[in-house]
């Protein structure tokens, strides 16, 4: 083989390397990053896993929120119609956060509470992520229980 043939491969072969590193660094990042949406029953099924990252969505239960005066750390209930979860934030929470409202918590499971690194809140109480909403709809039918904005079924007279 010619020395500038030679010369070539071995760029070749140096690009192909390169890429693969940098397309593994990549993969790997987004890996790390990925979070799932998970609902209280399916995360006390096990599905998100034990230690994972994941995203928690759901309503805030009604009467379920405290906060000791002076401190930043919020404790309240998510539910999905089927089951509750204890979650915990240390912050400072959305202003349009309130009780029975549309809320996705991102964090971890830690001695039987969801701990959140961080919430998103939406203002209008029809707003809910279109994947909470199937799974909630799935549990509303599930429990036979009418969807909230749904219209009521009428009896006949």
Do not use: C
């Not at 809910?128 to 909630?136: G, I, Y």
Request: charged fraction near 25%; proline fraction near 5%.
């Amino acid at each position: 083989m010619n020395p500038i043939r030679r010369r070539r491969l071995l760029w070749v072969l140096a690009l192909v390397a390169a890429s693969g590193i940098a397309m593994t660094l990549v993969a790997m990042a987004l890996q790390r990053n990925v979070a799932y949406l998970y609902t209280p029953s399916e995360v006390l099924r096990g599905e998100a896993g034990e230690h994972a990252r994941f995203r928690l969505g759901g309503m805030v239960a009604a009467n379920s929120f405290k906060r000791d005066s002076g401190s930043l750390e919020a404790q309240f209930r998510v539910t999905d119609g089927d089951a509750e979860m204890p979650v915990v934030y240390t912050g400072i929470l959305p202003d349009l956060f309130r009780e029975k409202q549309a809320v996705v918590a991102t964090g971890r499971m830690q001695d039987g509470r969801f701990v959140a690194e961080e919430i998103l809140a939406k203002h209008d109480e029809t707003y809910m992520p279109k994947e909470v909403a199937d799974k909630m709809g799935t549990a509303h039918k599930k429990h036979d229980v009418p969807a909230p904005g749904a219209p009521a079924a009428t009896e006949a007279r």
